[in-house]
T-cell receptor
Framework: KAGVTQTPRYLIKTRGQQVTLSCSPI?????VSWYQQTPGQGLQFLFE???????NKGNFPGRFSGRQFSNSRSEMNVSTLELGDSALYLC???????????FGSGTRLTVV | GQNIDQPTEMTATEGAIVQINCTYQ??????LFWYQQHAGEAPTFLSY????GLEEKGRFSSFLSRSKGYSYLLLKELQMKDSASYLC????????????FGKGTKLSVIP
């Protein structure tokens, strides 16, 4: 059974650009969550999608957005990149609430 | 919301037992997860406690006391490969669908 797949693994962008990250959940998982991980703040919740609907959003500016497609794949977008957006972006999928979250290997974004 | 605290770093000897504590202040709390994360890798699921008490799974055990806002992860017969960060995460309830993580405890296992 394939795990959670995130692409790309590494990305370097310039300040002011925008970026789109992709996440393919485990087959059959309909919930997809996104987290930002930095050395100083640890893992912080960005948003969660279920059946193409955003059910919850964390305390991040509107530059961070996401969506989920009918096949449960999800994308997150960050516009007008800032140096502070450099982080590991992790996606996690779950078949349903309370069933555990399986994380992908993440996309490491560096903003220069 | 939740505030999750855990020690930043710990060191233990190969073959020993180590306990990593996690305290939280929460409203609408649903359950508590422990994840292991090796440097540069994805967090991997270790345990989930929703009821008070001890859950044992091989060399790893996890304990939860909801009334005290306290959990711990117990690692027995430590191996060098157990050197990693251990993340405590509270699951928000009541339709929140999110995990709130502590900043992680970096465990170093020494010979």
């Amino acid at each position: 059974k394939a795990g959670v797949t995130q692409t790309p693994r590494y990305l370097i962008k310039t300040r002011g650009q925008q970026v789109t990250l992709s996440c393919s959940p485990i087959s059959g998982h309909r919930s997809v969550s996104w987290y930002q991980q930095t050395p100083g703040q640890g893992l912080q919740f960005l948003f969660e999608y279920f059946s193409e609907t955003q059910r919850n959003k964390g305390n991040f500016p509107g530059r961070f957005s996401g969506r989920q497609f009918s096949n449960s794949r999800s994308e997150m977008n960050v516009s007008t990149l800032e140096l502070g957006d450099s982080a590991l972006y992790l996606c996690a999928s779950s078949p349903e609430l309370d069933s555990g979250y399986t994380f992908g290997s993440g996309t490491r974004l560096t903003v220069v | 919301g939740q505030n999750i605290d855990q020690p930043t770093e710990m060191t233990a000897t190969e073959g020993a037992i180590v306990q990593i504590n996690c305290t939280y202040q929460t409203s609408g709390f649903n359950g508590l997860f422990w994840y292991q994360q090796h440097a540069g890798e994805a967090p991997t699921f270790l345990s989930y406690n929703v009821l008070d008490g001890l859950e044992e799974k091989g060399r790893f055990s996890s304990f939860l006391s909801r009334s005290k806002g306290y959990s711990y992860l117990l690692l027995k017969e430590l191996q060098m490969k157990d050197s990693a960060s251990y993340l405590c995460a509270g699951e928000e309830g009541a339709g929140s669908y999110q995990l709130t993580f502590g900043k992680g405890t970096k465990l170093s296992v020494i010979p």
